[in-house]
């Protein structure tokens, strides 16, 4: 870890999550609906202080409509949500104070600089002053974008949009992150940037609820993972408990994919098609 991310770092201490509470992220019964059809049918999961817990699944199996729902995008039909123990329905401002949210596409403010921007984020939770100045400096530096700290975003390539976007996820030191497609947009160097920044942060008592079609970094850096399909959680666990759940012979993440959301058949079907253009 460099001396800029040991100081990016320092800060990301989980400070909402002290020791014996709650989970930072528990889901009961949650579901929505849009008139008839049901997109999310009764999830119940938990994300623990200290933990990077993957969430994957296929193409509308009603993954993104869940992010939305934790991030408070989106009402739900039923269930509850609750941040740290505080219901987000109930309460969303101090919910939402304790979670960051870094959604897959960066929509910002064109017309501001990549520093007003940040400063704008860091004042709607409250954090002004000296402390915040040195903190967005931190992460500005770390994923190298001090330079264009007074340029206007509408400058800025997507992933420098990315990376701002990240930075300022983490500038109110939340107690929870939520990642959708993390890696989207990032050079190989910012990419294992943000992958140490997760780990550093989640050392710190933090937790991290990612969601990611890339299933090599789902692998790498989560230490659970649930596979949702058609509105429901099929299986989650550790590596080792998904395969014991996947059956024998699923070695690896993408064969465990593959088993539980049901296209091992499309796998097979599109080998053979292959094999048969040779």
């Not at 401002?93 to 017309?111: C, Q, S, V």
């Not at 997507?158 to 990642?179: N, T």
């Not at 659970?224 to 550790?238: F, K, L, P, S």
Request: proline share 5%; glycine share 14%.
């Amino acid at each position: 870890m460099t001396d800029v991310m040991r100081g990016a770092a320092g800060g990301l201490s989980g400070t909402g999550a002290p020791g014996g509470s709650p989970p930072l992220l528990e889901l009961t019964g949650l579901q929505k609906a849009y008139g008839r059809f049901r997109a999310v049918k009764g999830v119940d999961l938990t994300v623990e202080p200290g933990e990077i817990f993957g969430f994957l699944g296929p193409n509308g199996a009603g993954k993104t409509t869940t992010i939305r729902m934790i991030a408070g995008i989106l009402q739900p039909t039923g269930g509850t949500i609750r941040i740290s123990g505080v219901d987000l329905l109930a309460d969303p401002g101090t919910a939402r104070r304790m979670m960051g949210y870094i959604p897959d596409r960066p929509f910002l403010y064109e017309k501001l600089s990549g520093g007003e921007f940040l400063r704008f984020v860091a004042a709607l939770w409250g954090k002004e002053g000296p402390d915040v100045e040195a903190r967005m400096d931190r992460f500005l530096e770390l994923f190298s974008l001090a330079d264009w700290k007074d340029e206007l975003i509408e400058s800025y390539s997507h992933g420098m949009r990315q990376k701002l976007l990240i930075s300022s996820a983490f500038l109110h030191d939340p107690a929870l992150v939520v990642v959708d497609e993390p890696m989207v947009g990032l050079d190989p160097r910012s990419a294992r940037i943000l992958k140490d920044l997760l780990r550093s942060f989640v050392d710190g008592g933090g937790s991290v609820f990612l969601s990611t079609h890339t299933l090599e970094v789902a692998e790498a850096v989560c230490d659970r993972i649930a596979i949702i399909v058609g509105g429901e959680i099929q299986a989650r666990g550790t590596m080792s408990e998904l395969r014991t759940q996947a059956g024998s012979g699923a070695d690896h993440l993408e064969d465990i994919f593959l088993r539980v959301t049901g296209g091992e058949g499309v796998a097979d079907l599109v080998g053979a098609l292959a094999g048969d253009a040779a």
